[in-house]
Nanobody
C-alpha cells in the first residue's frame, strides 16, 4: 500500500515562492513516476508536473514552465515542487500522486495513488 502526504502549502503574495513536499511510504516499485496535480474551486484537477525515478526526466504543464521545478530524493522517498513567481491563478489544492509508469502521460488517470492535498493560496 502506497501512502502519500503533502506539506508546505500556505498563503503567500503574488511573486512569492513556496516549496511543497510529498513524503511517500510503501513499495518503491510502485513509485517509478511521481507527479503534482492541482485543483482550483469549480475546476477540474489539472496536471502540474511529473518526474521519473532518477529525477532526470521531467514534464511540466505549460502554465508553470519556467516558474516551477519538480525534484525528488528517491533515497528519502520524497518529492518536491519549488514554486517561484507565484500568481493568483496558481491558487488551488495541490495533490501528490504516484503509480504512473512513464513520464509524459500527464493525466490523472495514469496515477493510482493520491495524497490528501495541501492548500496553496496566492493573494494578488
Amino acid at each position: 500500500q502506497v501512502r502519500l502526504a503533502e506539506s508546505g502549502g500556505g498563503l503567500v503574495q503574488a511573486g512569492d515562492s513556496l516549496r511543497l513536499s510529498c513524503t511517500a511510504s510503501g513499495p518503491t516499485y510502485r513509485m517509478l513516476v511521481m507527479g503534482w496535480f492541482r485543483q482550483a474551486p469549480g475546476k477540474e484537477r489539472e496536471f502540474v508536473a511529473e518526474i521519473n525515478w532518477t529525477g532526470f526526466t521531467t514534464n511540466y504543464a505549460d502554465s508553470v514552465k519556467g516558474r516551477f521545478t519538480i525534484s525528488r530524493d528517491s533515497a528519502k522517498n520524497t518529492m518536491y515542487l519549488q514554486m517561484n513567481s507565484l500568481k493568483a491563478e496558481d491558487t488551488a489544492v495541490y495533490y501528490c500522486a504516484t503509480g504512473a509508469t512513464k513520464v509524459g502521460a500527464a493525466t490523472a488517470n495514469e496515477y493510482e495513488y493520491w495524497g490528501q492535498g495541501t492548500q496553496v493560496t496566492v493573494s494578488s
